[in-house]
C-alpha cells in the first residue's frame, strides 16, 4: 500500500494513552500507546481480549490524519504500536506504524510474532530509505502454553532485525523454558549478529520469576558463550496498577 492510499483509510483503535513502557529494553520509558484492534492469534493467556472482541463500542475508526490528532494531544515523540496485532499482513493497520515513522515519531512495534516485519518494498512505498533507531521491533516467540507456538515466524523475521529490536519469550512452564532453550540454539548465529536483546518474561502469575531467574542464572554460560544478550523482563504495569486495568 502507498502513503496516498493509506491517508484515505480507517484503522480500528482501542485505545491511546501515555504510561511508561512496561516490558524489555524501553521499561520505565514515558510513551504513548497506541492499541490497534483484531489479532489472528488467540493465546490462552491473553492480557489484552479487548482488543478483539467484535463490538464497534470497542473501538473508534479513526483516520491516519484523526490519529495524528489524538496522538499530538499526548505530546510524547514515542510510540508503541501495539494491539491486538499491529502487522496483520492483510489490514490497512500494518502500514500505521510506518505512517508514524514518515510523520516524525519514534516507534516500537509491539508485535507477536506470527506476522512478518517491513520489507524494503514496503519501506519504500512509505517513502522511508533508513530507518535508524525511529522504529524498532519486540517481537514474541510463542511458546507451548500459549496453544499458538505453530504461528512463530523465525528466521526471516529475526534476519531483518538489529539493534535496539528484542525478541520476548512469555513463558508459563518448564516445557516453555525448553521450547525457549531448543528456538534459541536453533537460530543462535543470526541472533547473536543481529544484536538484539532476548527477554524471558512470566506469564503473569503462572511461574515465580525467582524461578526464571534461576533458569538464566543456570544458562548464563550458554548465553555468554554464544554472545548472546538474554535479560528477564517484568510487566511493571502489573505491579503498578491494577492487573486488570485497560489504558496503563
Ligand atoms: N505500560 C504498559 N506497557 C506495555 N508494554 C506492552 C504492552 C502491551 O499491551 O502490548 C503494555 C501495556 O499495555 N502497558
Ligand atoms: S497475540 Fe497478543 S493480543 Fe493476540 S491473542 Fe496473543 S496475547 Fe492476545
Ligand atoms: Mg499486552
Not at 500500500?1 to 520509558?29: C, D, Y
Amino acid at each position: 500500500m502507498k502513503i496516498r492510499e493509506f491517508e484515505e483509510v480507517r484503522i480500528p483503535v482501542v485505545e491511546i494513552f501515555n504510561s511508561i513502557s512496561g516490558e524489555g529494553i524501553s521499561a520505565g520509558e514515558v510513551v504513548t500507546f497506541l492499541r490497534v484492534a483484531e489479532c489472528n492469534l488467540r493465546c490462552s493467556y491473553c492480557d489484552t481480549t479487548y482488543s478483539y472482541q467484535l463490538s464497534d463500542d470497542n473501538y473508534d475508526w479513526l483516520t491516519p490524519q484523526e490519529i495524528l490528532e489524538r496522538l499530538s494531544q499526548y505530546n510524547c515523540n514515542k510510540v508503541i504500536c501495539t494491539g491486538g496485532e499491529p502487522l496483520e499482513t492483510t489490514k490497512a493497520k500494518r502500514y500505521l506504524p510506518l505512517y508514524l515513522v514518515k510523520k516524525g515519531y519514534k516507534v516500537r512495534i509491539e508485535s507477536n510474532g506470527s506476522c512478518p516485519v517491513y520489507s524494503k518494498k514496503e519501506l519504500r512505498e512509505f517513502e522511508i530509505e533508513q530507518v535508524n533507531d525511529r522504529l524498532n521491533y519486540t517481537l514474541d516467540i510463542k511458546p507451548p502454553s500459549s496453544k499458538m507456538s505453530n504461528h512463530n515466524i523465525f528466521a526471516e523475521n529475526f534476519i531483518k532485525l538489529t539493534l535496539g529490536d528484542e525478541l520476548k519469550f512469555v513463558v508459563a512452564n518448564d516445557e516453555d523454558l525448553n521450547y525457549a532453550k531448543k528456538v534459541i540454539d536453533k537460530y543462535k548465529d543470526i541472533l547473536a549478529k543481529s544484536n538484539l536483546i532476548i527477554n524471558f518474561s512470566p506469564v503473569f502469575q503462572a511461574i515465580e520469576a525467582e524461578s526464571l531467574v534461576e533458569f538464566l542464572k543456570e544458562n548464563n554460560p550458554y548465553f555468554i558463550n554464544n554472545n548472546l544478550k538474554v535479560r528477564l523482563s517484568l510487566q511493571l504495569h502489573k505491579f503498578i496498577w491494577d492487573p486488570e486495568a485497560k489504558g496503563v
